[in-house]
């Protein structure tokens, strides 16, 4: 068991000791359970299998300099996946259920969260979903909430590397009034087919269009976008894009370096003109974006000319890193210290 190699450890699935489980049952929830089997065993007709009821979070606990583990913005996720449920009418999950569910998962595993300074972390997977069986088209009665937890390494191999992405306008990943602002299976389902296109065409990622007009953008396949000029930290706003909270984080640290933050619709013809452009999420942070093509046009936007990433999103980047990781003054309370 000491023979985890943590710096070589992928972004993956990662079998630990235990799981928590908790089932909601005749309008209320159960007590919190813990498992250490890797399988559920769900009834045939569950609403999830059929109708897609099903909903995640993804977070991380970090290992800090002084050696106490931190989970970042815990709330949050919490919120979103309350946000998610009410979306495609799933069981609502208190806080309180949320976060001790989240802690019991961290704690249960401790063996298995990073040592500081590897570049690797403990990814939580909440996961909420219909496990109640119905034929007719209506959200199921019963419910089931798991928490399982895994190290994972830095997003990036060789680490904070500069990506290229692929603007497509044969698919979208979510419908304008869609589900694309809840967590939810479905729309990754629906983003996976123009994902592995992507990839076999020598993509990172694809960047979906706004669906309605394909003039905005949406976001960049699991990840929100951001694009940097003029001292302007600009993101899209969509009905259809996910809130990240790491976007949320990020637009917060662009403030206090004196950014100016929009939110607003953001066309391809504004790629022209930014001096930086990212992706963020929970799993990179920021992934630096070198090389925007579009696969109708042609058309290529260049950025990262030096081969690196850009000094703001690098300035960011590393001031998210050293609050997750204990190494700053934790000023929002980003942080839940793990006890
Ligand atoms: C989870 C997710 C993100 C990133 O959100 P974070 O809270 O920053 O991890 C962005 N886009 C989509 C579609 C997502 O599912």
Redesign the pocket.
């Given at each position: 068991m000491n023979t985890i190699d943590w710096k070589n450890l992928p972004f993956g699935y990662f079998k630990t000791d235990y799981n928590v489980r908790c089932f909601f049952r005749n309008n209320e929830w159960g007590q919190l359970e813990i498992s250490s089997s890797e399988y559920v065993n769900i009834h045939m007709a569950a609403t999830a299998l059929h109708y897609g009821q099903e909903a995640f979070e993804?977070?991380k606990a970090f290992r800090g300099k002084d050696g106490k583990v931190r989970i970042f913005r815990l709330e949050?996720?919490a919120k979103?996946m309350q946000n998610s449920a009410f979306g495609i009418m799933m069981a609502h999950i208190p806080t309180e259920l949320f976060r001790e569910a989240v802690l019991k998962a961290v704690k249960m595993n401790e063996r298995y969260i990073p040592p500081y300074g590897e570049g690797a972390s403990l990814y939580i997977r909440p996961v909420l979903f219909g496990s109640g069986p119905q034929v007719g088209v209506k959200p199921a009665s019963e419910y089931l909430f798991i928490v399982f937890v895994g190290p994972v390494g830095p997003y990036f191999k060789e680490g904070f590397n500069p990506v290229s992405i692929q603007i497509v306008r044969d698919f979208d990943?979510a419908a304008p009034l869609g589900t694309?602002c809840y967590?939810v299976g479905g729309?990754?389902a629906a983003s996976l087919r123009a994902g592995e296109r992507a990839h076999d065409e020598g993509f990172a990622s694809v960047l979906f269009l706004d669906a309605k007009e394909k003039k905005y953008i949406d976001?960049a396949?699991?990840?929100?976008f951001f694009g940097i000029k003029d001292n302007k930290y600009i993101t899209p706003s969509s009905n259809s894009?996910?809130p990240?909270?790491?976007?949320m984080s990020l637009r917060k640290l662009a403030e206090d370096i004196g950014l100016t933050v929009e939110q607003r619709h953001v066309s391809v013809e504004e790629l022209a003109d930014f001096e930086e452009v990212g992706a963020?999420?929970?799993?990179a942070v920021i992934s630096p974006i070198k090389r925007i093509q579009d696969r109708d046009t042609k058309e290529e936007y260049l950025y990262c000319k030096d081969g690196k990433a850009g000094p703001v999103s690098t300035k960011l980047y590393n001031m998210l890193r050293a609050i997750q990781e204990g190494e700053v003054e934790d000023k929002y309370n980003w942080n839940t210290i793990v006890e």
């Amino acid at each position: 068991m000491n023979t985890i190699d943590w710096k070589n450890l992928p972004f993956g699935y990662f079998k630990t000791d235990y799981n928590v489980r908790c089932f909601f049952r005749n309008n209320e929830w159960g007590q919190l359970e813990i498992s250490s089997s890797e399988y559920v065993n769900i009834h045939m007709a569950a609403t999830a299998l059929h109708y897609g009821q099903e909903a995640f979070e993804g977070l991380k606990a970090f290992r800090g300099k002084d050696g106490k583990v931190r989970i970042f913005r815990l709330e949050e996720n919490a919120k979103r996946m309350q946000n998610s449920a009410f979306g495609i009418m799933m069981a609502h999950i208190p806080t309180e259920l949320f976060r001790e569910a989240v802690l019991k998962a961290v704690k249960m595993n401790e063996r298995y969260i990073p040592p500081y300074g590897e570049g690797a972390s403990l990814y939580i997977r909440p996961v909420l979903f219909g496990s109640g069986p119905q034929v007719g088209v209506k959200p199921a009665s019963e419910y089931l909430f798991i928490v399982f937890v895994g190290p994972v390494g830095p997003y990036f191999k060789e680490g904070f590397n500069p990506v290229s992405i692929q603007i497509v306008r044969d698919f979208d990943r979510a419908a304008p009034l869609g589900t694309g602002c809840y967590k939810v299976g479905g729309n990754y389902a629906a983003s996976l087919r123009a994902g592995e296109r992507a990839h076999d065409e020598g993509f990172a990622s694809v960047l979906f269009l706004d669906a309605k007009e394909k003039k905005y953008i949406d976001e960049a396949g699991p990840a929100n976008f951001f694009g940097i000029k003029d001292n302007k930290y600009i993101t899209p706003s969509s009905n259809s894009i996910l809130p990240s909270i790491t976007n949320m984080s990020l637009r917060k640290l662009a403030e206090d370096i004196g950014l100016t933050v929009e939110q607003r619709h953001v066309s391809v013809e504004e790629l022209a003109d930014f001096e930086e452009v990212g992706a963020c999420g929970t799993a990179a942070v920021i992934s630096p974006i070198k090389r925007i093509q579009d696969r109708d046009t042609k058309e290529e936007y260049l950025y990262c000319k030096d081969g690196k990433a850009g000094p703001v999103s690098t300035k960011l980047y590393n001031m998210l890193r050293a609050i997750q990781e204990g190494e700053v003054e934790d000023k929002y309370n980003w942080n839940t210290i793990v006890e």
